[in-house]
């Protein structure tokens, strides 16, 4: 067994993919969007394009993502996501392409557990973690 988190971006889930990408070196593993259901689907009108499913390779780790019903925009909250780097130097990169454009919620500190740690939240309201053990 697994678990693995699902994050639904109400409008915005390929922004956050690609933003992923980029600032992780996460890979798209899979995408389908809403009008390639095998099944009809009620959609708001424009949302055709949107993502319905998306699976996201980050690192070892996966997380599956979705536009939802891009009807109701849902706050992240109580949880973070949390990346292990392998170098402070990663996690400074990581830490710095995560915050781009989102708020530090503690600054990237070396600490008692960790050769480096910090939180944020990202553009999209998600909230990490970055630590180098």
């Known amino acids: 067994m697994k678990v693995e988190p699902y994050l639904f971006f109400n ?7 690609n933003f992923y990408v980029r600032a992780l070196g996460a890979e ?3 995408l389908m ?20 499913h998306a699976n996201l390779r980050v690192g070892d780790s996966n997380l599956m993502m979705s536009d939802g019903m891009c009807t109701e925009l849902k706050p992240f909250s109580s949880f973070s996501l949390a990346v292990s780097a392998p170098t402070t130097a990663q996690a400074e990169a990581w830490f710095a392409a ?28 998600v909230s990490w973690m970055v630590s180098c053990e």
């Open 28 to 30: 798209i593993t899979f």
């Open 98 to 125: 995560l915050g781009e454009g989102g708020k530090v919620d503690m600054p990237l500190q070396k600490t008692f557990w960790a050769q480096s740690f910090g939180m944020l939240t990202d553009r999209f309201g």
């Open 33 to 52: 969007r809403m009008k390639e259901s095998p099944e009809p689907m009620e959609m708001p009108p424009g949302t055709e394009d949107k993502v319905m």
């Open 11 to 17: 409008g915005c889930c390929e922004e956050a993919l």
